[in-house]
């Protein structure tokens, strides 16, 4: 084996002019073994120089991104403190609609209920990022409460609307104006000498005196439940008119000379209802004048605005 030699000939195309190598297989194999270390401390060589060049580009491509992002959560923040400060504004508003509304007032703790659950943050950031992924956690909260916060403003709102509406229909259907334009008032609510009975008597209403025939106005709207046109010569109310107006109130209007309406008719404030008389128990002509909430009758002039 010792003997044994490996020849290399190569010759150039040019001049075609031979030359040739000639090894030991020992100094064969030896020269391919250092050729092939050489090669592999190149390969080596590279890949570490490579791998060194793009980590570097990858670094600074981080710290550019993370630059960027510093940048857009600054930009970010500023447009929260914006959004909360709006909020914040709504939620007062709210507050004073709610006065108005007659509902009781949002407190605080309701208001700024935290917001349960786990946060989806990215905390594999860029080395000394950890201060973004902070702001994004806060952040991410803070936007969590401000819907909260603006979906039960927007509930609230709802409510207040409701509550609007009722109380508009409360007000229409609740006695709030003279029933009839002019006259005076002859006699009040409350005990009193009956001026024909000659007795002490509990006065359920008020007597309004008017001339014959002057109109009387439903102090609010309603539905006219009774109407008596049939009456004894000097006895009770004569021609009288019942108007039910929900929420617990009821009006009468007694000793009419004619009634306007009838029974089951559905009228508003101001709709003439019967025109002054005497009919009834009376000494001259004059409206008498009920109003009653859950079957008690209270002070008319309580319930008349102008």
Do not use: C
Request: no cysteine; aromatic share 10%; net charge positive.
């Amino acid at each position: 084996m010792q003997d044994k030699k490996v020849k290399i000939i190569y010759f150039s195309l040019g001049n075609s002019r031979l030359r040739e190598i000639e090894f030991t297989w020992r100094s064969f194999f030896s020269g391919m073994f250092g050729i092939f270390v050489a090669l592999l401390i190149l390969a080596s060589a590279t890949m570490a120089f490579f791998t060194d060049f793009y980590q570097n580009l990858e670094i600074s491509s981080l710290s550019k991104t993370n630059t960027r992002l510093q940048s857009k959560l600054l930009t970010m923040g500023n447009k929260i403190d914006k959004i909360e400060k709006f909020v914040a504004d709504v939620e007062k508003e709210d507050d004073h609609l709610r006065i108005v509304a007659d509902l009781p007032r949002i407190d605080e703790d309701t208001r700024n209920v935290g917001v349960g659950g786990v946060l989806d943050v990215n905390y594999e950031l860029p080395v000394g990022s950890s201060t973004i992924a902070e702001q994004i956690f806060d952040y991410e909260e803070t936007l969590s409460k401000m819907e909260r916060r603006l979906e039960l403003t927007q509930h609230s709102r709802n409510e207040i609307s409701t509550k609007l509406e009722e109380n508009k229909r409360v007000m229409k259907h609740t006695p709030s104006i003279r029933p009839l334009v002019g006259g005076r008032i002859s006699d009040k609510f409350g005990y009193r000498l009956h001026p024909i009975l000659d007795k002490i008597r509990r006065h359920p209403g008020i007597d309004i005196a008017a001339e014959r025939g002057t109109e009387v106005y439903a102090t609010a709207a309603g539905t006219v439940e009774k109407i008596v046109t049939k009456y004894q010569k000097n006895k009770s109310w004569g021609k009288y008119v019942l108007i039910d107006h929900g929420f617990g109130y009821k009006t009468l209007y007694g000793h009419l000379s004619k009634i306007l309406v009838r029974k089951g008719q559905k009228i508003d404030r101001w709709n003439p209802v019967g025109l002054v008389g005497s009919t009834g128990l009376a000494t001259g002509p004059h409206l008498h004048y009920e109003v009653r909430r859950g079957g008690t009758p209270l002070d008319p002039q309580s319930y008349i605005l102008n």
